[in-house]
């Protein structure tokens, strides 16, 4: 049984068992959160998880958090039906093996099966990026639309691998994520954290309760993930691509290399003055873009003979 915790959201609240709580941002004391989706949906009383021939949008968090990042975005989109996906040591979900990127696709494919999901607009940041590649590598059959945040499709650099395996070194060396925890800053951009005062903050909090079995799991994982340009070249749906003008992690050149790859018809936008967490920063700013995108697979779907969802 797959064992990656899933969190409903959108217009798929309450699609849980009448005797659980209706799902909300999880926390360390949310129990049901620790159902796998298969033990969620074979306990529903309300009804399936994800309703038949449903057209889902899937979220994939960003390192080192997990997916109660999407909180502010989601809050801004209650009308579509939102399925996020904690990734192996992320959250509620445990580690797995291989320690691979590839494997927590994998897994995600997994979970997406046992809800019932035949085709998803799935989406992902940073990390979650790079799963959702991977994704689209082994079942592109999985997916009705692609969106690409805050991420690229190139391998590590020699030096960027080493400075992960080194990561993921110390924090178990140290039994603490105490050393992740300056990235807070550096995620989001000088204009973001004038704006939001409290967001430094609530991203300390977020990368203070990941583990450090978490964190070496993920940079481990992502200094082994191949380049996935070359998948992106031979993908046929509608996808979308959302950089940050002040993302210091991904370049401009990194995600317009994606738009190419993908070719005409992707849509791509910069967000000026945004870093490297676009949905957290500018939430009502992602969230239009990712909803009109969403209405289009749904036209394209209906216009290929699918029922709507």
């Not at 449903?54 to 390192?63: D, E, M, R």
């Not at 990390?127 to 945040?149: D, I, K, N, Q, S």
């Not at 925890?181 to 309760?209: K, T, Y």
């Amino acid at each position: 049984m797959t064992l990656l915790a899933v969190h409903s959201a959108g217009a798929l609240r309450g699609s849980v068992p009448v005797d659980q709580p209706a799902p909300g941002p999880w926390t360390q004391d949310d129990e049901t959160a620790r159902l796998s989706a298969s033990e969620r949906a074979a306990e529903a009383t309300v009804g399936p998880l994800v309703p038949a021939g449903s057209i889902p949008l899937v979220l994939f968090h960003a390192y080192p958090l997990s997916s109660a990042m999407w909180a502010p975005l989601v809050a801004e989109m209650p009308d579509l039906p939102i399925l996020e996906i904690d990734l192996p040591g992320a959250g509620f979900s445990p580690t797995i093996e291989p320690v691979t990127i590839e494997a927590a696709a994998g897994a995600a494919a997994s979970v997406l099966r046992e809800l019932g999901v035949r085709q998803a607009v799935i989406g992902g940041i940073s990390m979650g990026g790079y799963v959702a590649l991977a994704l689209l590598r082994a079942h592109p059959e999985l997916f009705a639309g692609l969106v690409l945040m805050n991420t690229k499709a190139t391998a590590d650099t020699p030096a960027a691998r080493a400075g992960r395996l080194e990561v993921a070194r110390r924090v178990l060396a140290e039994g603490s994520v105490g050393a992740l925890r300056p990235m807070a800053s550096q995620l989001v951009s000088a204009q973001s954290q004038a704006n939001q005062p409290d967001l430094v903050g609530r991203l300390e909090r977020w990368i203070g309760e990941a583990t450090p079995a978490g964190v070496a799991w993920a940079q481990e994982a992502m200094a082994s993930r191949e380049e996935t340009l070359g998948a992106l070249r031979s993908f046929g749906v509608p996808a979308a691509v959302l950089a940050g003008e002040a993302d210091p992690f991904v370049s401009l050149a990194d995600a317009e290399a994606m738009a190419d790859a993908i070719g005409p018809g992707t849509y791509f936008d910069v967000l000026s003055g945004v870093g490297h967490l676009c949905p957290l920063e500018v939430p009502n700013s992602v969230s239009p873009t990712i909803r009109q995108f969403y209405r289009r697979v749904l036209r394209l779907d209906l216009a290929r003979g699918r029922a709507p969802a």
